[in-house]
């Protein structure tokens, strides 16, 4: 069943971040799809303060991938393959350690890693409107 979630602003990306997870509560992965600017890590920092993440929360560009403690005390993982010209380089920081943590995985930038991803992945599109509100939308 295709889900889609409008954000009308930055103003409504807690609301969105919330009800976000409650639909998805199920994925442990979820992989984020959008063109440069449209608010991928945006939105993750939402999902991480809805989370009770209190560490700073940024793009993992650089690192690759960022680990947060949410309020639970169970860590989450955020990555960015932006930067990733070559699957196997995700493979060497321990990639599927990470994904079969059963811990939350956010991934910007999947598409660098497409073949890498399990089944099971959360494939979640996020596209800017004319009006500059973002929807959010995949297939459950």
């Not at 992989?31 to 939105?43: E, V």
């Given at each position: 069943m295709k889900q889609e979630i409008v954000i009308k602003d930055i103003t409504d990306l807690d609301r969105a971040a919330r009800e976000f997870l409650a639909k998805?509560?199920?994925?442990?992965?979820?992989?984020?799809?959008?063109?440069?600017?449209?608010?991928?890590?945006?939105?993750?920092?939402?999902i991480c303060n809805a989370l009770g993440v209190t560490d700073p929360v940024g793009s993992p560009t650089f690192a690759i991938v960022n680990e947060y403690l949410c309020s639970d005390g169970e860590p989450m993982y955020h990555f960015d393959f932006y930067r990733i010209d070559d699957p196997s380089e995700a493979i060497s920081i321990g990639l599927y350690e990470y994904l079969d943590s059963g811990n939350l995985c956010i991934m910007e930038w999947a598409e660098n890693i497409e073949e890498l991803l399990p089944e099971e992945t959360l494939r979640v599109h996020i596209s800017v409107n004319p009006d500059m509100s973002r929807t959010l939308s995949w297939e459950d």
């Open positions: 998805t509560t199920d994925h442990r992965l979820v992989a984020f799809y959008a063109p440069m600017g449209a608010g991928k890590t945006t939105f993750t920092t939402a």
